[in-house]
């Protein structure tokens, strides 16, 4: 993964601003510490999995009118879709995201490279925070369509879906304000904000709720760094490192090496060589 420098050094996005004016927009660099508030805004409503959600979303909502379930089952169905998205997503986050398991497979090894991993190697780096559509509908679509058809059938399911694309909407601009340079004026976005850095920068053991952490108040994985001895060894690698990819390279091999330390100073080139020459 390459390392973008900072400021105006050569090759920083700064000195290749001519270069990158002409390319489509999502072809450009965008870094989030780089960002301002509207800069984002304008940033998530072109990209495309933000644009393919709301698009699917309209079309549940479509088809829960088409299809009604009443008007009971339909809001219940998309309080459940509510209510059960954050223990998903904080059992995924912490059993499939942060679990030991999906580097030793060739085959999933690039999409947990893709989906995390290039994520806590550089928070930043807007192209991946991102997740991947074919990874997160069908997620989803198990975790509302389900429930949703159980309480009122197609329609409620239809609605439920939709639900689920929209609080995921959510996720994904409140994680983005978590990345970007600048402090929230509400009281819960700063906790939520400080929480997540914790998550990226000090111990990545905890802290998996990105927006909600009551499931990890439940699961006793929350934490402040105060409450912490030492930073996590693994924070910045995931527990993926030389020792690890002597016996699964594959994640080494598509990174072209692995990089190591803070990510901030390893892009600065101010922590070592950043990133160790593939074996």
């Known amino acids: ?45 072109q990209h495309y999995t933000i644009i393919a959600y709301l698009a699917l979303a309209g079309l549940g909502f479509a088809a ?11 809001l219940g169905a998309i309080l459940a879709a509510v209510l059960i998205y954050p223990l998903v997503w904080h059992l995924l986050h912490q059993y499939v995201l942060h679990g030991k398991w999906m580097w030793r497979s060739k085959f999933l090894a690039p999409t947990w490279k893709r989906i995390h991993y290039d ?27 389900p429930v949703g058809w159980l309480i009122g059938g197609p329609g409620a399911a239809a609605a439920a879906f939709a639900t689920g694309l929209l609080v995921t909407c959510y996720y994904e601009f409140m994680h983005c304000i978590q990345h970007l340079a600048f402090k929230p004026k509400w009281k819960w ?5 400080q929480r997540h850095n914790e998550h990226h920068y000090f111990d990545e053991t905890g802290n998996f709720g990105i927006t909600n952490y ?11 760094k105060k409450d912490r001895p030492s930073r996590s060894p693994s924070v910045f690698n995931l527990g993926y490192n030389e020792e690890v990819a002597t016996r699964y390279p594959y994640v080494k091999d598509l990174s072209g090496g692995i990089a190591s330390g803070h990510p901030r100073r390893r892009v600065l080139g101010k922590e070592g060589e950043g990133r160790q020459a593939s074996a």
Not at 64 to 74: C, Q
Not at 128 to 143: D, M, Q
Not at 189 to 193: E, L, R, S, Y
């Open 119 to 145: 994520h806590h190697q550089d928070p930043n780096d807007l192209s991946v925070l991102f997740g991947a559509l074919h990874t997160t509908l069908p997620t989803i679509a198990l975790a509302t369509l």
């Open 1 to 45: 993964m390459k390392a973008v420098p900072h400021d105006n050094a050569p090759g920083s996005p700064q000195s290749e601003g001519s270069a990158q004016s002409g390319l489509p927009f999502w072809k450009r660099s965008h870094y989030l510490d780089r960002m301002g508030f509207r800069q984002l805004v304008v940033a998530y409503f």
């Open 189 to 193: 976005v700063q906790h939520m904000k």
């Open 64 to 74: 829960a009118v088409l299809m009604p379930a009443g008007l009971w089952p339909t």
């Open 214 to 224: 009551g499931w990890d108040r439940i699961l006793g994985t929350y934490y402040e």
